[in-house]
Nanobody, 124 residues
Framework: QVQLVESGGGLVQAGGSLRLSCVGS????????MGWFRQTPGKEREFLAG????????LYADSVKGRFTISRDNAKNSVYLQMNSLQPEDTAVYYC?????????????????WGQGTQVTVSS
């Protein structure tokens, strides 16, 4: 089991950047694939990016490809989401999640463990 805590959210102007962090505690962080999702009220949780557990293979949603970058540092039990060229439509609560299969996948139901979320607000 792994516990996840996100940080780094906040208020940013359109065109700006933020870097989200997610720290995992508990056993075996490096054995999990990790993903970032976001959610706005009344909408389903949206996959943004995933990274495999060992080779660092990445997967991105089309909506963020070229703007967002996922990375991980297993020595620090951490996964990151660098977000550039943010737009008001990127406003959401952002979540990190852990998938025990090990290869990055897109469906929220593939992920067993979730953080509490961090709010990102992009002003126009």
């Amino acid at each position: 089991q792994v516990q996840l805590v996100e940080s780094g959210g906040g208020l940013v102007q359109a065109g700006g950047s933020l870097r989200l962090s997610c720290v995992g505690s508990g056993r075996g962080f490096s054995s999990y694939a990790m993903g970032w999702f976001r959610q706005t009220p009344g909408k389903e949780r949206e996959f943004l990016a995933g990274i495999s557990r060992s080779l660092g293979r990445t997967l991105y949603a089309d909506s963020v490809k070229g703007r967002f970058t996922i990375s991980r540092d297993n020595a620090k039990n951490s996964v990151y989401l660098q977000m550039n060229s943010l737009q008001p439509e990127d406003t959401a609560v952002y979540y990190c999640a852990a998938d025990p299969v090990g290869s990055s996948r897109r469906r929220p139901t593939d992920y067993d463990y979730w953080g509490q979320g961090t709010q990102v607000t992009v002003s126009s």
